[in-house]
């Protein structure tokens, strides 16, 4: 079955970088696109960005615009979330999914542990 592990969030302080992870499973990874979301507390979950299979991507969150980036490594079906220059709004739980998704994700039914990002100043 289809399986997401999200790591390497932790907390940090605003201006820091770190570098997000997500290894899937159960599906042909180098076939689909792969969304990056987020959710912060009291929010609904937002689109952050997307990486098509040939490692284009779009639809960054304007709000991270120049400042994040999506990449994809297929031979280790790993999809990576490059975040520079955080700020405190940035704090949320940060979570894969496969596909292009949309702005909610509302129409996805499994999402993994997603993994938290706490920024403070």
């Known amino acids: 079955q289809v399986q997401f592990v999200e790591s390497g969030g932790k907390s940090v302080q605003t201006g820091e970088s770190l570098t997000l992870s997500c290894v899937a499973s159960g599906f042909a990874f180098r076939s689909y696109s792969i969304s990056w979301y987020r959710q912060a507390p009291g929010k609904e979950r937002e689109l952050v960005g997307v990486i098509t299979q040939a490692g284009g991507t779009s639809n960054y969150l304007q709000a991270v615009r120049d400042r994040f980036t999506i990449s994809r490594d297929n031979a280790k079906n790993t999809a990576y979330l490059q975040m520079n220059s955080l700020k405190t709004e940035d704090t949320a739980v940060y979570y894969c999914?496969?596909?292009?998704?949309?702005?909610?994700?509302?129409?996805?039914?499994?999402w993994g542990q997603g993994t938290q990002v706490t920024v403070s100043s």
């Open positions: 999914n496969k596909g292009y998704g949309s702005p909610s994700g509302m129409e996805y039914t499994y």
